[in-house]
């Protein structure tokens, strides 16, 4: 492993092409990295080789491979929060590698593919930073700390567009609070802003401080006529001009639950036109004001609701009906043929009377018989 291996380990080492790479600034990656030389190297590589082999390292942590430079891709800085993302998938790695207590040459095979891999890690994530993190701000001033990888220094960047954010409609009805929210998502990263302070714009163009804080949001209680109008957001910055400004149009509209009366202009409440109205009295159609008491869905599923009841209801009195007329009929059967039993008695017994009367009538028939023959037997014995 003499002059082969560290013309095997130059060779390696030259394939990382220069570049600027950010996670040598974290201080966590060059304590490891001093780790790796005072505590590893000793059992695992040739005392003669160590110090060609960390030099090598540490120019292949700093130089990554070449990023261009690129407003999509990379631009020589990244945030705080992405350079811990890459630092940790570097330390992972790392630790994987001494973990397995790999040797020689192998050793140096598997760390310095390590470092490629890493490499693409690392341009990953500053294509990521640059396309969502840098200057997220699509107006106003974002003042924005950043690593600048070359020297590894943090500095403020001034993202610079557009002061104007726009003009937001706000509708309100009277009696209730105005509310304007002057908050943007980048403002919690941004460094160096002041206040918010809210303006009510006149129409000569003139302006009256309302309120200024901190908070992003003013709120006016109880709303009436005279509140409605042009206002105006703005968020200061501690050195130079104002980091947002963003402008309001207000309109207060009549009270909830007040109609207009259409003719006179008259505000008449619901409670007001009730008492007003009485069953006597015949009240034009376009002097009445119609309130909903229901929404439209709402009286649906109490329709509904009222049908299936009535079919319940419905249907069980055709289940009583039903089993009246049943137990009456089967009753009406049993009276029936009792009084037919009753009445075969009567008969037979009647045809007994006769059968009685019969005989009788035939008795008397034959005494009256045998007395006419004994007078005629009398009749006859007397002349001789």
Not at 28 to 54: C, I, N, Q, W
Not at 250 to 268: K, N
Not at 296 to 312: G, N, Q, Y
Not at 356 to 384: C, M, R, T, V
Request: aromatic residues 8%.
């Amino acid at each position: 492993m003499g002059p082969r291996f560290a013309v095997f380990l130059a060779a390696l080492a030259n394939c990382l092409l220069p570049a600027r790479c950010c996670i040598i600034c974290d201080r966590l990656v060059v304590t490891a990295l001093k780790s790796l030389e005072r505590d590893y190297l000793p059992g695992h590589l040739d005392t003669k080789h160590h110090k060609t082999f960390m030099k090598r390292v540490l120019d292949a942590v700093k130089d990554f491979k070449d990023l261009p430079l690129d407003e999509t891709s990379f631009m020589g800085a990244i945030d705080e929060d992405t350079l811990e993302q890459a630092s940790w998938s570097f330390l992972k790695d790392l630790k994987r590698i001494t973990d397995s207590d790999v040797k020689g040459e192998l050793f140096v095979k598997e760390l310095f593919w390590m470092l490629h891999l890493q490499k693409d890690t690392f341009a990953n994530y500053a294509i990521q930073f640059q396309k969502e993190v840098y200057c997220p701000n699509k107006c106003g001033t974002m003042l924005q700390v950043l690593i600048w990888c070359n020297e590894c220094e943090k500095q403020v960047h001034a993202c610079r567009k557009s002061y104007d954010c726009g003009e937001h409609s706000v509708k309100v009805h009277e009696m209730e609070d105005i509310i304007l929210d002057c908050h943007l998502n980048w403002h919690h990263a941004s460094q160096g802003l002041a206040d918010y302070s809210f303006y009510r714009v006149w129409g000569n163009n003139s302006e009256t401080l309302v309120s200024k804080g901190k908070e992003p949001i003013m709120t006016k209680p109880l709303a009436g006529p005279d509140d409605a109008g042009n206002y105006r957001c703005e968020l200061g910055t501690v050195n130079s001009g104002p980091a947002t400004i963003i402008r309001y149009r207000v309109t207060v509209l009549p009270q909830r639950g007040v109609a207009e009366d259409s003719i006179g202009g008259h505000v008449v409440s619901q409670d007001e036109e009730n008492e007003e109205i009485s069953p006597a009295v015949s009240i034009p159609w376009h002097e009445t004001t119609i309130f909903p008491t229901q929404k439209p869905k709402r009286k649906m599923k109490t329709s509904l609701l009222v049908l299936v009841i009535v079919a319940c209801v419905l249907v069980l009195l055709c289940c009583i009906a039903t089993m009246f007329c049943w137990s009456k009929r089967k009753k009406a059967k049993g009276g029936g043929g009792g009084g037919g039993g009753g009445g075969g008695g009567e008969a037979s017994d009647q045809n007994e009377g006769n059968e009685g009367e019969g005989e009788g009538e035939g008795d008397e028939g034959n005494a009256e018989q045998k007395d006419e023959e004994e007078e005629e037997g009398e009749a006859s014995e007397e002349p001789e």
